[in-house]
Structure formats: C-alpha cells, structure tokens
C-alpha cells in the first residue's frame, strides 16, 4: 500500500513555472507506475502524466506537452512534475497517483492518490 503527498502548489502568473512534489511512503514505491492527474473546478479528472516504475516510458497528455516534466527518484521515494509556460487554463487541483502495471490514463484504475495540491494561474 502506498501513502502519497503533494507539495509545491501555489499561485503564480501566466508563463511562470512550477514544480511539484510528491512523496511516498512504502517499500513498494519504486515498483509503481507514478503520475499526476488534476481537476479543474466544474471538470472532471484529467491525466496529466505518467511515468514507468523506472522512468524508461513517460506519457503527457497533448495539453502539457513541451511544457511539463515528469521525473522521478526512487532513492527518495518521489516523483516529480515541472510546469513551465503556465496558463491560466492550468488552474486545478493536482493529484499525485500511483499503481501497479502500465501507465493508464483511466481515473478508476489507480488506488492511491494523495490529497490534491492547488495550482492557481492568474492571467
């Protein structure tokens, strides 16, 4: 089972960046798939990125791509996502996921998620 918690959200302006953190607990960490989903308000859930249990496959979704950065360290059991040339359409609650397997894009299918961290973008 995994325990996840996300830091580094904010305010910030239009075209400034962002890093986000999340932190797991648990010895099985660095054998999950990691990602980031966010929700923005009236929205449903979205996939923002997802990274492989060792980092070799990444996927974006086609709004951040060229923009954001997911990554990972399994020696400190946490996982990344740099946002860069923010706009205000990235306002939303970002969510730190993971799960057993591939990277999905599928809400349902991840179990652990940690408690959201606001991302505000003012324009």
């Known amino acids: 089972q995994a325990q996840l918690e996300e830091s580094g959200g904010g305010l910030v302006q239009a075209g400034g960046s962002l890093r986000l953190s999340c932190a797991g607990s648990g010895r099985t960490f660095s054998t999950y798939v990691m990602g980031w989903f966010r929700q923005a308000p009236g929205k449903e859930r979205e996939f923002v990125a997802g990274i492989s249990a060792r980092g070799g496959q990444i996927y974006y979704e086609d709004s951040v791509k060229g923009r954001a950065t997911i990554s990972r360290d399994n020696t400190k059991n946490t996982v990344y996502l740099q946002m860069n040339s923010l706009k205000p359409e990235d306002t939303a609650v970002y969510y730190c996921?993971?799960?057993?397997?591939?990277?999905?894009?599928?809400?349902?299918?991840?179990?652990?998620w940690g408690q959201g961290t606001q991302v505000t973008v003012s324009s």
């Open positions: 996921v993971a799960r057993a397997g591939t990277i999905i894009k599928t809400v349902a299918l991840y179990p652990y």
